[in-house]
């Protein structure tokens, strides 16, 4: 980027200031000669000249390490009392003795390259640093010991600082000692900071928007519980330990409450909290236990709505997608697209749900704002039409001497809101150490007063932080941000506002080319194996879903498990990635696995014609429905099923049952014969794996038909000739039991009624003969047959009665 953007066009000459504070020390020269001859121990910032061996302060100056722990007030103002602490520790062999802590005022920064510079500066420089304040505003220690850090506060008026015009000072931390091996007094150590000087208001101030993220990693699975309310499962309790008091989550809910910032949400952060405060489960090898952390999840919902309350809220799509894979890698990849817009289109539902405010969809940030025309063509193909950039991607090329205002119009009715590179990553890095936290925002503030000081111009600046930002950092931020709400040099204001803002004529709006697309960036991106997969998890979830009839039990935990696979925070967890889309896959698997068809064995057929079961079991929960169920016959010239090769019928089962599908069929001849049977969706898709089975078939010989039916015909009169026998031994029964009763002799009852066969012993008694000659007597009971002939009966004729 050209460094023309970064001189001041209305502050005065540096040259000014420092020859002021030189003015003394060149105006005794003529004494310069004489002190030169005085032992070299007698005046610290002569040693150099006095002593060449010291000379060498690449090594000297950094003999004692020197850190800043806090400086207070950050951006101090007329009257105030600036107080400097921290530690010097000696990292040399030798002691130090007559050591003396000093502060350094050094010259005023005109442009941010100049802070850039300072910064990266390491060793003392006696032209650059400026001479020790001394007197009474400096601590002493007799001797330093290696490896003993020791503490120093010092306390200065800033009247004494001797500032002048409004700008960035350099403020230098020295230690200044002497060695056995070097025994004359120099820098052994040094730290640079920065000192913003801007005690009134200024003329214009700069419009800042800074963006307050609240984003995680991914940590619900796809997993939910049989119940009714679907009991989600996480893969661990670390989001418990973000939004515990002192995590990372906590604090930027904590901090965030009371600043003037834009906050950017990823939704899926929100439903997973969300999810928390009621039952869940997490993930414990292969099976899961209860989560317990309901508590500090409703907490922290309850302290994010209080902060956001009145705020500008900007949604991202949900998962927070990583837009320049998507670009450069998923594009080709059928589906892919179509997944970027059902994240972005849940996103504004889950924000208003939960937090109760309207969020902002407008917007698109790709990671660390770098874009190129594929990068802008994806963010705004879902219904975005501004894109969050950095000027370290979208850079100036019209040597503009200031920072131009944030909104670019890039074309296609798209706007470029493109933040400073140098402010966004202020805080980046191990900020834990209090001496890390001071500089970076010391730094902060001082390319933000640089940057306003540029020019009398109205601008409207972005800082895009880093997505996810530790503790340490957003502390950090925080501080920051308080300073600038002092409003001396800077006003909030709302990202909505700075894109909507006027646009600088003079301003860049090319968005770079794809091969300007860093390479760091590059080889942390998603692959396209990545998105294949995902495609295909999805084909999965489209073929199961038509089957369900609560469709949306499994549905909705996929399709944001699938968005989750797409999520920006897989840079550099290329392996978790890796697994994490395995797991949703997998389950995806098993629950489709849960509708099968049960195993048969081999089945006879002895016949022309018969009926074979097939059953279908569904172990999920729910009703399964829309399947169809066909058998297909290998061989229809042996076998055929319902008339041809194959039939058809629908199938429906509850949760929890299994059912048996009958299919008739017909044998045309001997053998054995496979079949197939195969479950369908409705669209003809096949479902699952089939089932294959024999089928033996037996033929009936017409021998073997007409021995059986000669068997059954002799059964059927033999039972015949069974029942006359017993139906003509029941009436001579009968007839005994009537011949008792009426006195009348059995065997004439039952015998011939010939008159010429002689009447037997005993028959004398009834003196009974059919007919007219058996008188009949009072109380006799009826005859049971008809009347008979009163002829004689021929011979060998039977009567039945």
Do not use: C
């Amino acid at each position: 980027m050209a460094e023309a953007a970064d001189f001041q066009g209305t502050s005065p000459s540096p040259a000014r200031r420092w020859l002021r504070r030189t003015g003394a020390l060149l105006a005794g020269a003529p004494l310069l000669a004489g002190l030169l001859q005085l032992p070299a121990a007698s005046v610290a910032d002569a040693a150099p000249a006095a002593a060449p061996a010291s000379a060498k302060a690449a090594t000297g100056s950094r003999t004692v390490s020197v850190a800043l722990d806090s400086l207070s007030p950050a951006a101090p103002g007329e009257g105030d009392t600036l107080t400097v602490s921290g530690t010097v520790t000696n990292n040399g062999e030798q002691a130090v003795t007559d050591a003396r802590v000093d502060l350094r005022v050094g010259p005023e920064l005109t442009t941010r390259s100049d802070v850039d510079s300072a910064a990266t500066r390491t060793g003392y420089s006696p032209g650059s640093d400026g001479t020790a304040l001394g007197g009474s505003y400096t601590e002493e220690f007799a001797e330093l010991t290696p490896g003993v850090p020791r503490h120093f506060d010092i306390s200065v008026p800033v009247d004494e600082l001797d500032l002048g015009d409004d700008g960035v000072y350099q403020l230098g931390v020295s230690l200044s000692g002497e060695t056995a091996a070097q025994p004359w007094e120099q820098v052994l150590g040094i730290q640079r900071t920065f000192l913003p000087w801007q005690p009134e208001e200024a003329g214009t101030r700069t419009r800042t928007t800074f963006l307050w993220p609240l984003v995680s990693t991914s940590h619900m699975t796809a997993e939910t519980g049989s119940n009714e309310q679907q009991t989600p499962v996480f893969l661990d309790e670390d989001l418990a330990e973000e939004i515990s008091p002192g995590g990372r989550l906590e604090q930027l809910v904590s901090l965030g409450t009371s600043l003037d910032v834009t906050w950017v949400i990823d939704p899926d952060l929100l439903a997973s909290v969300d999810a928390m405060a009621g039952s869940y489960e997490v993930k414990d090898g292969e099976d899961t236990r209860p989560g317990t952390r309901q508590a500090a999840a409703k907490r922290w919902l309850a302290d994010l709505q209080q902060a956001v309350a009145g705020k500008e809220v900007v949604a991202l799509p949900y998962a927070d997608p990583d837009l320049a894979s998507l670009a450069h890698k998923g594009t080709d990849v059928t589906g892919s697209l179509s997944q970027f817009k059902a994240a972005s289109d849940v996103a504004a539902t889950v924000v208003e749900t939960v937090l109760h405010t309207t969020p902002s969809t407008d917007f698109a940030w790709p990671v660390d704002g770098a874009v190129d025309p594929s990068i802008v063509k994806v963010a705004t193909s879902a219904g975005a039409d501004k894109v969050i950039a950095r000027n370290d991607s979208l850079q100036e090329t019209g040597n503009l001497p200031y920072t131009p205002s944030a909104p670019r119009p890039i074309g296609g009715g798209t706007t470029a809101v493109v933040a400073d590179a140098r402010l966004s990553t202020a805080f980046r890095g191990d900020l834990t150490r209090a001496s890390s936290s001071t500089l970076s925002v010391q730094r902060f503030l001082a390319q933000s007063l640089a940057l306003t000081l540029q020019t009398n111009k109205q601008r409207s600046i972005v800082v895009a932080p880093q997505r996810m930002p530790t503790a340490s950092q957003a502390r950090a931020m925080a501080e920051a941000i308080a300073v600038l709400q002092d409003g001396r040099w800077s006003q909030a204001q709302e990202l909505s506002a700075t894109a909507a803002a006027k646009p600088d004529p003079d301003a860049t709006t090319k968005v770079p080319a794809a091969s300007a697309y860093p390479g760091r960036l590059s080889k942390q991106e998603l692959p396209r194996q990545a998105f294949e997969r995902i495609a295909r998890t999805q084909r999965k979830l489209d073929g199961f879903r038509v089957i369900l009839s609560a469709q949306s039990r499994v549905v909705t935990p996929f399709g944001r498990a699938i968005n989750r696979e797409m999520s920006t925070s897989w840079r550099g967890r290329a392996l978790d990635a890796v697994g994490f889309r395995d797991g949703v896959e997998d389950h995806l698997d098993d629950l489709a696995g849960q509708v099968v068809l049960i195993d048969k064995s081999e089945t006879k057929l002895s016949g022309r014609s018969a009926t074979i079961p097939v059953t279908v079991q569904n172990n999920l929960v729910q009703g399964v429905d829309h399947l169809v169920l066909r058998l297909t016959s290998t061989s229809p010239t042996r076998l055929e099923i319902g008339g041809k090769d194959y039939s058809e019928q629908r199938v429906t089962v509850a949760g929890g049952h299994s059912q048996s599908v009958k299919f008739s069929t017909s044998a045309n001849a001997n053998g054995r014969v496979s079949v197939y049977a195969q479950l369908f969706t409705e669209d003809g898709q096949a479902y699952g794996d089939p089932v294959v089975f024999d089928v033996k078939v037996t033929e009936i010989t017409p021998t073997v038909m007409l021995v059986i039916g000669g068997g059954v015909l002799l059964l059927v009169l033999a039972g015949f000739r069974m029942y006359t026998q017993r139906k003509r031994a029941a009436a001579r029964e009968a007839a005994a039991a009537d011949a008792e009763e009426s006195g009348t002799p059995v065997e004439a009852a039952d015998g011939p009624t010939d008159p010429e066969v002689p009447v037997g012993p005993g028959d004398e008694e009834s003196g009974h003969r059919s007919g007219a000659h058996a008188p009949e007597q009072p109380g006799d009971p009826a005859s049971d047959t008809a009347a008979e002939s009163a002829d004689p009966s021929g011979t060998g004729e039977r009567v039945d009665r």
